[in-house]
């Protein structure tokens, strides 16, 4: 596990660089989690909620934006410890991207790094409207999922997924830039009011 977030931490900020300022994609986020009161330290690893994207380049940047956040509010990531396999959480992560033409009623096609799969949240609907004036470009709407389980029990104590579009192109359709924007949003006001969709700009 040694090393499997470093190159990402180390490109993330240079890939926001290229238009943090020009951002004004909403995000839509929706949170659940237990009724008791929710952790807020603690040691954890992060998980692919899909075995087979755990060495993507997509996943580890997604997965070094949710461990940064995961350590502002005080947790603490013990990838590449020694004692890893006693962490206290496991964090499982997925994020999907997909691409769709604003004249097409199809569905969209899927470039995803893995498949989504939930608790407490499964089936919650979200979408943000766009003004696409002008020529017409695809859409790229991209989700960050993430649930924080007990190792113990594998039980769940918070989930939370975060949506936004841009048009293809603009730099907030950029894995970079989506990924520390989804994952900020994410985990603003952790843990959130359960059930409950807000917008953060």
């Known amino acids: 596990m040694r090393g499997i977030y470093d190159k990402a931490r ?3 900020p240079l890939m926001l660089l290229g238009g943090c300022a020009t951002s004004v994609s909403p995000v ?16 954890f690893l992060i ?4 075995p087979q994207a755990s060495d993507s380049i997509e996943f580890r940047t997604y997965a070094a934006a949710v461990s940064q956040e995961m350590q502002r509010i005080g947790f603490v990531d013990e990838a590449g410890k020694q004692t890893f396999a006693a962490s206290q959480y496991v964090v499982r992560v997925d994020a999907q991207r997909s691409v769709q033409s604003p004249l097409s009623s199809r569905s969209p096609v899927s470039v995803g790094v893995g498949g989504s799969t939930g608790s407490y949240g499964s089936g919650v609907g979200l979408g943000i409207g766009f003004d696409l004036s002008g020529k017409p470009k695809n859409i790229v709407t991209t989700s960050l999922s993430v649930q924080i389980r007990k190792r113990a029990d594998n039980s769940a ?18 894995p970079g830039m989506a990924a520390a924007k989804l994952a900020s949003a994410l985990f603003s006001g952790y843990p959130g009011k359960s059930g409950e969709t807000i917008t953060v700009k």
């Not at 998980?47 to 899909?50: K, T």
């Open 10 to 12: 180390l490109f993330l």
């Open 28 to 43: 839509e986020v929706t949170r659940f989690h237990a009724p008791d009161p929710v952790a807020r330290s603690g040691g």
């Open 47 to 50: 998980e692919p909620m899909v």
């Open 157 to 174: 104590i918070w989930e939370g997924r975060a949506v936004t579009q841009a048009k293809e192109g603009a730099p907030a359709s950029q």
